[in-house]
């Protein structure tokens, strides 16, 4: 793979128009703000990150998670440009220089595909159609298509949200450049060739996949139908170690504000990081600013350490970028990094697994929410199995005219519940909820 290929501004959905377009270099930067202002990102704020919505204590959604994970992302992509350049002087001028952009808007647009309630909204959805009332239907669908809803994936409903042509949309979606949604494009097969349930597009967005890919040059590692798998766009890569970076760094400082687990045990988690004389420092820099909340305390490791784990990101990523250029490079960045950082970072996600993400309070909303995107699922495919039946024209008058719910195709009807029932929030699924099950009646 070769960068000068690899970064395009051409739109998907506006081809045609890529040779009228001269002011190149804001074309990624109307990436980021196209996504800044649309509807889905603006519900990601009333979505769950790992813990319940925010009540007296603040801690993060989905919102403030991707828009964090975009900071360090375009440090992520502006670092990387800039020690490149130097190794590759032919970039300097190009559109290569714009990475930082990219990453950074990719990383917004990362977890937009994410239906309610996190993972157990993932897992609501699947085992619907494996394991509950859904089973039934296989034998009415087509192999792929049941292959994507039994595996169903955030990372690729987010490629659908972007690409695909709802009704009243304009063809591309989004219409969003070819680069950036290569980047958010972590899994880069279809389902059927899926490993643990993890893949990249529907099999409706397929094609437009395998167009970005040819177009960009993106390495085909394995060409048999329906089992065509790529290498990563090498972006990607930068995309995915600043939402670990986020991810497990901001977990511990929510667990902490929380009282999940203790002042004493947040600070030797983060100061592990360090080795003893950036420790020093920081231990000394406190005391000489007089930092003496303890919160006050927590944010500054935090922000030492993301700080570390940024630039050994950027290390590992030049270190590899022949490898990954050829699509052989098969970890994480995260994984390339030095200790004792790798080491601490494996202690941090222990401590997560064992005290944060089986803590009660998570476990509840992740019970509360499966229940709540069982339901959904089992009223509203339902009514789009049997759509004359009097309560399920009452029902699908509910979904929004943007999905295809009365489509004459099984297919069709069945996704656009699906793509209705990812895009609440929250508040509007268990709003919903407790209506259909007459638990809460309308006020007007």
């Excluded at 990436?31 to 009333?46: E, G, H, K, T, V």
């Excluded at 167009?211 to 090498?234: N, Y």
């Excluded at 000394?284 to 490791?301: L, T």
Aim: hydrophobic fraction near 40%; proline fraction near 3%; glycine fraction near 6%.
């Amino acid at each position: 793979m070769k960068w000068q290929q690899l970064i395009s501004n051409k739109r998907l959905g506006q081809e045609h128009r890529h040779a009228e377009r001269h002011d190149d270099r804001s074309e990624f930067k109307r990436d980021y703000d196209r996504l800044i202002f649309s509807a889905p990102f603006r519900r990601l704020q009333n979505k769950t990150q790992v813990f319940p919505l925010p009540g007296s204590i603040f801690v993060h959604n989905r919102l403030t998670h991707s828009l964090e994970v975009a900071s360090v992302g375009r440090s992520l992509g502006d670092d990387v440009a800039t020690r490149l350049k130097t190794l590759h002087p032919e970039l300097t001028g190009t559109l290569f220089e714009e990475i930082g952009t990219i990453v950074s808007a990719a990383c917004l647009a990362h977890d937009m595909g994410n239906p309610p309630f996190g993972h157990s909204g993932e897992s609501a959805i699947s085992t619907f159609f494996s394991e509950g009332k859904g089973n039934y239907l296989q034998g009415q669908l087509s192999k792929s298509f049941w292959s994507d809803i039994t595996h169903f994936d955030g990372n690729a409903n987010a490629f659908r949200l972007l690409t695909h042509k709802f009704k009243g949309r304009r063809t591309g979606g989004f219409a969003m450049t070819y680069s950036m949604l290569a980047s958010i494009v972590k899994y880069p097969y279809p389902s059927t060739a899926a490993h643990k349930n993890k893949f990249g597009f529907f099999a409706e967005e397929f094609p437009y996949y395998r167009q970005i890919a040819e177009e960009l040059g993106i390495a085909c590692l394995s060409a048999a139908d329906g089992q065509e798998k790529w290498a990563r766009h090498p972006l990607v890569y930068l995309v995915e170690a600043a939402d670990d970076i986020c991810y497990e760094i901001m977990d511990i400082e929510d667990a902490h504000k929380l009282k999940l687990i203790s002042y004493e045990e947040a600070r030797e988690l983060l100061l592990g990081f360090l080795d003893e004389t950036s420790k020093n420092r920081v231990l000394a820099r406190i005391e000489e600013e007089q930092i003496d909340d303890i919160n006050e305390q927590v944010n500054y490791f935090r922000s030492c350490v993301i700080g570390l784990l940024e630039k050994e990101c950027v290390d590992a990523f030049v270190n590899h970028e022949q490898e990954i250029l050829a699509g052989q490079f098969g970890k994480s960045l995260i994984d390339c990094i030095n200790s004792p950082a790798l080491e601490a970072y494996q202690r941090c996600k222990k401590i997560s697994k064992q005290r944060i993400y089986a803590s009660k309070v998570v476990l509840d909303v992740e019970l509360s929410g499966y229940k709540i995107m069982a339901t959904l699922m089992e009223t509203f495919i339902e009514a789009a199995v049997n759509p004359n039946r009097f309560y399920s024209r009452q029902l699908l008058q509910r979904v929004s005219s943007q999905y295809d719910i009365d489509a004459p195709d099984l297919e069709t009807r069945l996704m656009a519940v699906i793509d209705y029932i990812t895009g609440m929030t929250d508040i509007y699924a268990l709003d919903v909820y407790q209506k259909i099950n007459g638990f809460a009646l309308p006020i007007v």
